[in-house]
């Protein structure tokens, strides 16, 4: 093994989790490991999959410090997590001490869309801009701020949460009881499930995309929709213009109310396409005052972003 | 005259102005003077009045330093006015400049609703709160941000815009071209004119609120109607309600984005009553989510929140 001082950096996400160790002051993993979460998982089975990933990356070595990205609301000072939306048992979870104390290292921990956004102010596409949106639009919709220079994270660690911000008061129902979320509209579970349901009800439309699942509608996925829709499919296109509308009323109304410098999109939704972009800066553009400027781009990092040491 | 050091404190509204002298140090005007904007001003009749008002304040005296509220975006960095919503010929006007230079003393600019969130972060409702979004209700809808605690003025001094933040997408239309603006559903004008529609096509409600105005409607505001819904109008009851319920879902809204520790709450409208209040409390609760805590407050320092020296 190596002896000079070894980063841990792990990341428990809703679904997958993953680990790496990377030498202070460097910027390439030496190595890297990851593995899904069992399907019925809870806190200790993330936490012994995080710990086989651990064995198998650091042997007997001590990482000098360990940092760790959480897949949602975390009270950073502490290192306490608050819950997770997908994985139940880590309700108020103080995962910093428990780390420190099994590994003997500082532990630092804070929530993913937060670290994604620190990641693309330091190293990506939010370089030498003092305020910045990141918004990652996948499984689920979460945000991440830096203003004055600095993560935001807010007064409980629960800032960000723009997936749950009401686009349409009278739109449809979202898991969170209310209406019309950006979540609702956007997400990647969504699109897909909204697209499953056009396709039972509206038989002469979305041929392309029947093609393309071999008329398996359990197996459709939004980045299917994506690809049909790319093909000039009816009901893939429409669908991912409805999700891009309410991104972009979304972050106009974002824009109007924080103007940052820039909005930095992830996630496997913003990856549907030119025409996903088109009618999303359209939206926006529409739905921020005139005199509010801003820019939107895509995420530098990719999905590592949070993992940057 | 006083020898000792005075502080002038100006503010541009959009329909008055005021000026106040106060010793350094000290919490309480020496001495205050207003006036209403003249029916068509400009730029020039607005800076003629304050001229005016400075000269009973000050006589002869030299102000020590002067802080200027403005009542529209203002670049605080550097003085400049970007534009009044409300009087023409403000575009880029270098206001810090034109003062400093007129008054050969320091000048500070900064919008009216930034200083009035620093105002009741420094010496009102907001104290020991690190974070708080002030919001206005009144003839327009703005807000002020307090974050890590310091003014929040965005990127190019253009946060706070909350009125502009769409609240429903198939709502009437705002001013601004869009639909459902928090402003369009919210402000006491925009409150006025939906009761004053409503009365002239639903005869037979609103009988109070009728009686107060005595029959015309031209002399309907905000005000009475709220006077008539404490008194059991049902019209009036309704347009509050639904005031109440658009401010509740924007404020859950930015909690769920933002969560700050405090919502501060000013203008005529937040004095609506017990019931405007409880609909408010409701609404926001029921859109931020569970995990997300906050308070909402009304204002303590009043319409002169953006004055204190």
Known sequence: ?????????????????????????????????????????????????????IQHLLGDAQPAAIGVSFGGPVEAKTGVVRLSHHVPGWENFLLQE?????????????????????????????????????????????????????????????????????????????????????????????????????LQTQPQRGQLLRQLIAGKLETITAQLVSQAAAQGDDLGGEALD???????????????LMNPQRFILGGGVTKAGDRFWTVLRQVTRATALPEVNFEIVPAALGDDASQVP
């Open 242 to 256: 409805k999700a891009a509308w309410a991104l972009g009323v979304s972050i106009g109304n974002v824009a109007n």
């Open 1 to 53: 093994m190596a002896t000079d001082p070894l980063l841990l950096a792990l990341d428990f996400g809703g679904t997958k989790h993953a680990a790496a160790v990377v030498a202070a002051g460097g910027k390439k993993w030496r190595a890297y490991q990851r593995a899904l979460s069992p399907a019925n998982g809870d806190r200790e089975s993330d936490l012994a999959t995080m710990r086989s990933l």
């Open 98 to 198: 428990v780390l420190a104390e099994e590994f003997q290292a500082p532990v630092a921990v804070d929530n993913d869309a937060n670290l994604a956004a620190l990641g693309e102010y330091r190293f990506g596409a939010g370089q030498e801009h003092d305020s910045l949106l990141y918004i990652t639009v996948s499984t689920g919709v979460g945000g991440g701020w830096i203003l004055h220079s600095k993560p935001w994270r807010g007064t409980a660690g629960m800032a960000g949460e723009i997936g749950h911000m009401v686009v349409d008061p009278n739109g449809p129902l979202c898991l969170c009881g209310k209406r019309g979320c950006l979540e609702r509209l956007a997400s990647g579970p969504y699109i897909a499930q909204q697209v499953r349901e056009q």
